[in-house]
């Protein structure tokens, strides 16, 4: 059994981690805090569902198609309003994206056919066991670590081995040097917004036949904040193994103990990890002289 929670510990940090990359692609590159982020990946959990259950399109091309979607989304919100407010004090920020979450969601609620009524999507893997080692791992949870490690793999051939992969590392290194270099930054914002937004809205399509598809369903990731803290804020490799050492650590707490021990868990082992690392797990230690 431990072994069992320890997979679903590890599936649960992966939908973590897509979020957390995402939130922390973005603050890297335009040093923006989005809180919103959560509720990016619940509006594409409706696209998701809009998509596979009401369309009836097949599972992984409707969730193909709503990465796009937000895409999009991610592109027109940095475009219309992110990009206006880059240089603002970090206060004004957060509450700009703190209330871009609650036009999401109200938006979701008052939108016919989605509202906040309970739905989810019904995955392809659905009851489905996989035997490894003489461990059955539920088929929904391996399609999730599996399609996590294919995103992460997927990035990190984007960052490395392309041109446009190189400039957007270069635009979020030094914005003066590449704008001097005649590097377009503000489409580089939009662009890792944009793939920021579509990592979130996979993760939501993910997590949808586990968790029901609703228009808070954004606050049962806050946890990925932590996740994006405690593997080093800025570290992409980080934010994985943050968000699974929070998954496994999260699932351990609730089968040895209990719910409330479960949600307390990730922050206690947060606190803990700053205090003996400030940087994070795969942070680096900046000094900065004053």
Not at 6 to 26: E, H, K, P, Q
Not at 185 to 201: D, F, P
Not at 242 to 267: C, M, T
């Amino acid at each position: 059994m431990p072994a069992q929670i320890i997979i679903s510990g590890v599936a649960m940090g992966c939908i973590y981690a897509l979020v957390a990359i995402g939130f922390v692609m973005i603050y890297k590159s335009t040093e923006i805090v989005n809180f919103a982020h959560g509720d990016l990946m619940m509006l594409g959990a409706f696209v998701g569902y809009s998509l596979i259950e009401v369309a009836a399109l097949n599972y992984w091309v409707g969730l193909a198609i709503t990465a796009v979607v937000m895409f999009g989304v991610g592109w027109v919100m940095d475009a219309a309003i992110l990009r206006r407010v880059i240089g603002m004090p970090q206060f004004a920020v957060i509450m700009l994206t703190v209330g871009i979450g609650f036009v999401l969601r109200t938006l979701v609620s008052i939108t016919p056919g989605w509202g906040v009524e309970t739905k989810t999507i019904a995955s392809p893997f659905s009851g489905e066991v996989v035997g490894i080692g003489g461990v059955n791992i539920g088929a929904e949870n391996l399609s999730i670590i599996v399609c996590t490690l294919l995103m992460c793999a997927l990035l990190t051939l984007f960052f490395s081995r392309t041109r446009l992969g190189t400039v957007t590392k270069a635009a979020s290194q030094n914005q003066i040097a590449a704008y001097t270099l005649g590097v377009p930054v503000a489409s580089i914002y939009s662009l890792v917004v944009g793939i920021g937004t579509a990592l979130a809205g996979i993760a939501g399509v993910l997590v949808a036949p586990i968790l029901f598809i609703e228009p808070n369903m954004g606050f049962s990731v806050m946890v990925a904040y932590a996740t994006a803290i405690l593997g080093g804020l800025g570290s992409l490799p980080g934010a994985v193994l943050g968000g699974i050492v929070i998954g496994v650590v999260e699932q351990l707490a609730g089968y040895y103990g209990n719910e409330s021990i479960k949600h307390v868990a990730p922050y206690v082992l947060l606190l803990a990890v700053l205090a003996l690392r400030p940087e994070g797990l795969a942070g680096v230690r900046v000094a900065k002289k004053v």
